[in-house]
């Protein structure tokens, strides 16, 4: 059984992480991605640390097993190479700022007349529409100008980032959902489509709850530390050796979880429904941890786990990376250097499909301009 | 031209939260989504805050557009209804602990035997293989347990939930991810498969920084409040009036912040390259406070927007919602009532595409059951 993406050329414009985050999706579903650096510099997280031999883990991470081809857009040679690939490519990806393709001759309508099975995917700051389409924008702008921060943090203290660049990684998530749906409308319409996805748009479209509150109440939620906003108990809670989440989502599950810890609760008004549960969560609490405090995390996650109880520890990215049910779903994969040899590891591929195969090893990413001979003899091959 | 997943038929049994953003995305891009739900009570988060009109805004946030049943599938009637749907649907979703499908009779293998065309994508805490799989789950759990939470929050202070529930959604994104290759595979191929996606995985995935820095430093890196953990200036600052964000993320950003600031450093050796900046954060952070401190963030976000250097305003959810540039952008909607009329406001779709369309209202959500009727006529029709 080949890969769902066989056979499928994606011509990647793009650099630092949106971009090519959709793109490495696409090529661990089975893509072939031909990675177009500018010349010398190449994509700029080649200079982004932590470094391994010499080269950027950090780039190695999001584009191992692309291909990468050097070319100068604005040179008349590396112009007439690009325009074969564009004949050949089912997708192009591009995430220069609004404008930039057009200059070059390549904007949307010029490439849908010349190629129009191409689908073109463009992720950029704020979207191709709108007073602010050509304002450069990085993760944590949009972070913090599309409201997640100010949901994320301590109650009365300064908001935080979202540890993970979800301003880059969700809008290119997005751009890989469209560009999938796009090939499966080419498929019966035999026409490629523009898909245009905006970091900003893409923060405001995770905030599903946050905006639901704002709208019916009139007043925005703030950070809440590690609680849910309005489920209880829903959060972490002191063991006597660190800190662990329970998470009872409903009156089940909170009664539950009242007879594993022995808290004679369930019939007390106070906490009788998960309304009057989140109005009294700081004491709720404090009662469960008079009782979580004597024992360790360990013996509390399993004794929850045995009553179906959703429950966890709080782990760091090291512990995450050892623990038995990510390494059993082969989330943590070694990346190759260019000499087949383990470099570094990597997170795995997270959509897990029959017949795809779940390699625990992923190909070397691409020195710069690395692929240029393979790449030029495969359109050879093509005509 | 019609929607891109025009004529997609997607069967869907899931509920909370992963399972219907996927098919809200589905939905969006036109797939005709038929929610299957539990008699009596139906999707858990119909009772889920904030309430309007007497109807949970949150559950119609994520089904609006989509058809309800309620089908009992361990009653015959209704399993024989379920089964002619199975007949006619492209995709089925579901997201019950792995084995409950199996009881049912309705796991992968019986379904790709007698219905080798359609799709069958899960999402579950843990995924369907491992030692853990069964375990419940929910997303603080995945949030904490993956890493993300270790990564988020201050320095020498707890860790804290990401604002957003992106261990539902991320997994809701990844599933729709590998429904949508499912398709575009089936279409040449003519088979199915199954996509097996779990929350855990899922927030390992994002992570692309964190794990690189772990596995070749040893180190796990810790919160960071607002900084980006490994570029400079690239954090939030205190104006007159408030907090807002610069993110200059290269040498050539970082100078042409110092002419904006008016601040001789670029010429200093202790924030001449990003690793030294990056050394010399906090540093740096009062000397370009002790500048921006007299002016308003409106200014200085103006001031260095026209100087090409990203920057913007920590905005609350009722503040993104009010965005000129989010606004322009068709990204707050308004969701209808049973009559039609505007119930409350929802975030819009992210994923713009030549041809879709970009609505600003989108359909009710569905009663429970409330579209038996139609269902039940459209599979008399398809015969």
Redesign the interface.
Known sequence: MTK??AG?TILDLTHV?AGP?CSM?LCD?GAHVIKVERPVIGD?TRA?????KGKS??F???NHGKKSIALDLKAEGDRAIFERLLARADVILENYRPGVMERMGYG?DDLHTQYPRLIYGAVS????????AK????????Q???????????KD??????????GD???G??????V??????R??TGQG??????M?????????????????????????????P?IAP???FHAADG???I?A??DVLFEKLCVALNLPLADDARFATN?ARVENARLLKRLIEAVTLDKTRAHWIAKL?AA??????????????R????L??N??VDVLDRNGRPA?????????????GDPTVRAAAPDLDGDRGEILRWLEEKG
């Open positions: 769902p993406l499928i992480l985050y999706t579903l700029d982004f640390p932590p470094f391994t883990a950090y190695a991470t999001i949307w700051g704020f979207g191709h529409t709108g007073p602010e304002r450069p924008a990085y993760d944590m702008v949009v913090a100008r599309g409201g997640v921060m100010s949901i994320t943090g301590e203290r300064e908001p935080v980032r979202v540890g993970a660049s979800v990684i969700v809008a998530m997005f751009l890989c959902q469209g999938l749906a796009a090939l499966v409308d498929e019966r489509r523009k898909v245009d996805v905006a900003l748009d893409s923060q405001l479209a995770i905030l599903e709850h946050a905006v639901a509150i704002t709208s019916v109440t009139g007043t925005p939620p703030g950070p809440t530390g590690a609680r849910h309005s829903f959060e972490t800190l662990f989440v998470a989502g409903n309304p786990g179906g109880i959703p429950s966890g520890p709080i782990q760091n990215v090291a512990q995450a990376m623990d038995p049910q990510i059993a779903r989330m943590v570094f590891k990597a997170a795995g591929n997270p959509i897990k499909m029959s017949g795809l």
